[in-house]
Structure formats: structure tokens, C-alpha cells
């Protein structure tokens, strides 16, 4: 029978059971951790992919999705993953970037020398964006230094839009319109695309925080964005988190978690850094074994 939403009940069941190894297979991929008192949320984007790949039961589906047919283990991921974010959001971190947390990374380099900055997750662009503006804004070296960005995470579909740059009224709430003049393109009534040259300043990958393999590959940043994405994860994916964003900065370099996060609960490799602005977490300057 057609429900008020129009949709089909379903003619299969999904027990407790399958909920718990599905779960189980999500957390083993993602790190996400979602427990039963989300089964409304897990339920409703469950149904739409074993609805999408024609399967018709939860149990065909696991069984594609084991197989990953079809590279269904992105396309569950990408429906998933929760992609709030907004330019310029918890901005005490961007003000503490240019208002010390620059100066301390580059008096460790040589003039004109290489800064490199991770914003993982950067879920739909927003973040990676709001630090090349920002730093174009409010960092008067910003020419003396060879500034690389990239912005990473796990959902490609999310990371398709940040390529493309297109953004809605309430993803640049925070902006001025005199920033929102200077960086952006006006495309319709309420869109408003990155300008070309900003776009293609900032490199877009996919990067899985919970998989060393994956994080290997990416090395020797100064500075890292990790926020709000712990929150999601339990003890041993932010533990692991940890451990491989220690290896994917350079000695010294730092971290940026979201408000609600702390790394001192996580793991002791990194140390507290009090900058007027905002804590952020260092990794030692080197190796005392
Ligand atoms: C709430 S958004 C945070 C975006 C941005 N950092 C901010 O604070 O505004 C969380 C993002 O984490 C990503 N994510 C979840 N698990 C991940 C993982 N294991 N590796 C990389 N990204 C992940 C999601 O795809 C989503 O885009």
C-alpha cells in the first residue's frame, strides 16, 4: 500500500538482526558507528539502496553489496554519510590561523617554502574554501609562500559538488557581501559558483580516515582540519583516526578538531597548543625514542 510519502511498503522485512550486521559492515568501512537508537535513519537509507539495485530482500542485497557489484559499497557510503556544512563555520580556528598558528609553521621554513593544509573531511567544500578565503583575506604572507590545499573525504558524491563549487544562500550565511562579490559568480536567484581560478587552487580526493592503506598516500602537511566527523565514530575509529593522521603530518605540524571534539580523550600522540583563539593538538617536533 502506498504510504503518505507515495512510496511502496516493502514486500520484505529487515530483523534486528540484519540491522546489527549491517551496521557492523558500515562501522568496519566508514568508522561510523550507528547503534539502534538510529534505526529510523538507517532503516529509510537501507530501503532506498535494496530498492535503487533491484534487490528484493535485505539478504540479496548484502550480498551484492559483499561483492560490492557495482561499486554499491560507494553508493551506500555516499547515502550515509551526514555532509552538514557552511562557509566560514567555527571561525575562532580560522582566526586563529592567521593570527599565530601560520606564523609558528612557517618559522620552521625557508622563505617561499611550501605550506600544505588538509581539510579532511571536507565533506561538500565549504571549509577548504572558507581557508583559501581566509587566508587570502587576513594573511598578509600569503604570497611568500607556496600554499597547497586539498580538501578529502570519503563520500564522492559529496566531493563532486565541492569540484564544482556551487553553493545555495545558506551555505554562505556567514559571508559578506563583499566577499561573496569577490569570490563567487552569481548563477541564478540563490547559487552562487567559486570563482574558476579558487576553484582550481584546491585539490579534491577521496580518502578513507580510517584505513591506513588509503591515508598512506597522503603525507607531510602542516596542518590538518579534521572536524566534525569524530563525533560519528566510536573509541577505536577515532583512536585509528588518530594514529593515521599523526603519520600524515610533518613534525610539529598541527590539528584542527571540531568544538565538540578533543584529542587529549583519543590518543596521547599529539600535545595541547593554546593559541588565544583556539586549542589545536601538535605532533612532536621529533621522534625522543
Ligand atoms: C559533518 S561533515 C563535516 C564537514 C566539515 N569538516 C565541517 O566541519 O563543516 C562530516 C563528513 O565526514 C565524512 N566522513 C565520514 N566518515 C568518513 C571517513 N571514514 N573518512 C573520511 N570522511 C568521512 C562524511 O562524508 C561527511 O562529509
Known amino acids: 500500500m502506498a504510504g503518505r510519502t507515495g ?15 549491517f551496521c557492523d559492515f558500515l562501522y568496519r568501512r566508514t568508522g561510523m558507528s550507528f547503534s539502534e537508537d538510529k534505526r529510523y535513519y538507517i532503516d529509510r537509507r537501507l530501503r532506498d539502496r535494496i530498492d535503487a539495485t533491484g534487490s528484493l530482500s535485505f539478504q540479496a542485497y548484502f550480498s551484492l553489496l559483499r561483492a560490492d ?37 612557517v ?24 581557508i583559501a578565503i581566509w587566508l587570502l583575506e587576513n594573511w598578509p604572507q600569503v604570497d611568500s609562500y607556496n600554499i597547497e590545499i586539498v580538501g578529502s573525504d570519503i563520500d564522492t558524491r559529496a566531493l563532486k559538488a565541492a569540484a ?25 536567484d540563490d547559487r552562487y559558483q567559486i570563482d574558476e581560478g579558487l576553484r ?7 580518502a578513507n580516515l580510517i584505513d591506513a592503506r ?18 560519528y565514530f566510536d573509541d577505536a575509529s577515532r583512536r585509528q583516526t588518530a594514529e593515521n593522521l599523526c603519520d600524515c603530518l610533518r ?32 605532533k612532536p617536533e621529533a621522534d625522543h625514542g
Not at 512510496?7 to 550486521?21: K, M
Not at 564544482?164 to 541564478?188: C, V, W
Not at 588509503?214 to 563525533?231: E, G, K, P, Q, S
Open 200 to 206: 582550481n587552487s584546491i585539490e579534491f580526493t577521496r
Open 107 to 130: 618559522s620552521r621554513k625557508p622563505p617561499g617554502g611550501t605550506v600544505r593544509i588538509w581539510s579532511i573531511p571536507c565533506a561538500s567544500g565549504e571549509e577548504p574554501y572558507s
Open 251 to 282: 613534525p610539529g605540524g598541527y590539528i584542527c578538531l571540531g568544538h565538540s571534539e578533543s584529542m587529549s580523550r583519543i590518543s596521547p600522540l599529539f600535545s595541547v597548543s593554546r593559541f588565544p583563539d583556539a586549542i589545536v593538538y601538535q
Open 69 to 105: 557489484a557495482d561499486h554499491e559499497i560507494e553508493q551506500l557510503i555516499n547515502s550515509f554519510t551526514v555532509n552538514e556544512t557552511y562557509f566560514f563555520r567555527e571561525d575562532h580556528q580560522l582566526k586563529c590561523l592567521t593570527a599565530g598558528l601560520l606564523d609558528s609553521i
Open 164 to 188: 564544482e563549487g556551487i553553493y545555495r544562500d545558506r551555505a554562505l550565511m556567514r559571508l559578506s557581501r563583499d566577499i561573496i562579490s569577490r569570490y563567487f559568480i552569481p548563477i541564478s
Open 7 to 21: 512510496r511502496q511498503s516493502p514486500a520484505y522485512d529487515i530483523t534486528p538482526d540484519e540491522v546489527l550486521r
Open 214 to 231: 588509503d591515508m598512506a598516500t597522503y603525507r607531510d602537511f602542516d596542518l590538518i582540519f579534521c572536524r566534525n566527523v569524530l563525533i
